[in-house]
């Protein structure tokens, strides 16, 4: 068989396919009723309005570099992580924790919790906290000007991490998920380098284009005034964020695509052995991979394989 990023021991979720698929065709009914109810007769401005309650007390801590600062010791402590451990730790995914730091811990773990609390990544990115440590010391301005791609460039990176995740049959080798974040590193940097930090990030960088979409899930809404400086906190029910307008195009609607159909729930593998029915969770996992339901992430394979 094909073996993808599941490593560890397999665990077969205790329930059968039928039930599974019953329960996600009830939360795609139940959400178009939620949506008639609440939104149906809802247009014009009216449409996109949505409560929110300031939170000034929020204000100053925000504004303050303690906690970009806290957040990009993490992000880069977790890069280096990722480069060390890879690279030089254990062949066997199972022992290497570089396998866990991508696939659940980051993967995983980070972008739910970013749908649930807000757009960690702003927080966490290894990439911007380093470009803006030398800047602190050394001075940079762009070379040169991006041209006019949208956000096309970011589409190609994230269709490359989602073919690396789900199809190559090469995520679980922890040497190449080293040496292919020390690279894409290398190339974020010189990218903000060459055409600056936020065009190369909002346009090209596409773990930033995935956070801030998963971001508008979140309660927490930032507000910033003409200059770009923080002018008040927000906290808003879930999912309201939405409504918010954004940049729309193509590359915009190709993007939303490839994130919903390489994160909407666990890939069925093969038939289990003891089962003439494929199990609702087939997945080769330890006992703390990502996929801990059918629905929690898709960090589970597409097919199913043990190792040998």
């Given at each position: ?13 205790p ?14 009914v139940?959400s ?15 449409a ?59 993967w995983?773990?980070m ?20 470009y ?12 040169g000007?991006?041209p006019s ?37 290398l ?31 979140g ?48 890939h069925?593998?093969?038939l ?6 494929p ?10 991979s ?9 960090s ?9």
């Open positions: 068989m094909i073996l993808l990023h599941g490593f560890g021991q397999r665990y077969d979720l329930i059968s396919l039928a039930l599974y698929l019953y329960a996600a065709a009830g939360v795609v139940v178009f009723v939620l949506v008639y109810l609440f939104a149906g007769d809802q247009v014009g401005a009216k996109i309005q949505y409560p929110r309650r300031p939170v000034p007390a929020l204000v100053p801590i925000a504004r303050s570099r303690w906690p970009r600062f806290v957040g990009g010791f993490v992000g880069v402590a977790g890069l280096l992580a990722i480069v060390i451990t890879g690279l030089f730790g254990s062949p066997k995914p199972e022992l290497n924790p570089v396998e866990y730091l991508t696939w659940v811990y980051f995983a773990g972008v739910i919790l970013s749908g649930f609390v807000g757009n960690l990544w702003y927080l966490l990115n290894p990439w911007a906290a380093i803006d440590a030398i800047t602190r010391f050394v001075p940079l301005r762009p070379i000007k991006l791609v949208g956000i096309w460039p970011a589409v190609a990176a994230y269709f490359a991490f989602a073919c690396l995740e789900l199809t190559s049959g090469m995520s679980n080798r922890p040497w190449l998920v080293a040496s292919l974040a020390l690279v894409y590193a190339v974020t940097l010189a990218g903000m380098v060459l055409f600056g930090r936020d065009e190369w990030l909002e346009h090209c960088e596409g773990f930033t284009v995935l956070f801030n979409i998963i971001g508008r899930f309660p927490v809404e930032a507000e910033r005034d003409e200059t770009g400086r923080l002018a008040m906190v927000y906290l808003r029910p879930w999912g309201v964020g939405l409504l918010r307008p954004s940049p729309a195009g193509w590359d915009r609607v190709i993007f939303v695509i490839l994130m919903l159909s390489t994160r909407s729930g666990c069925w593998g093969p289990d052995s003891s089962s003439s029915e199990s609702a969770s087939s997945c080769s996992r330890s006992p703390f990502s996929c801990s339901s059918p629905s929690w992430s898709s589970c394979s597409l097919a199913n394989a043990t190792s040998t």
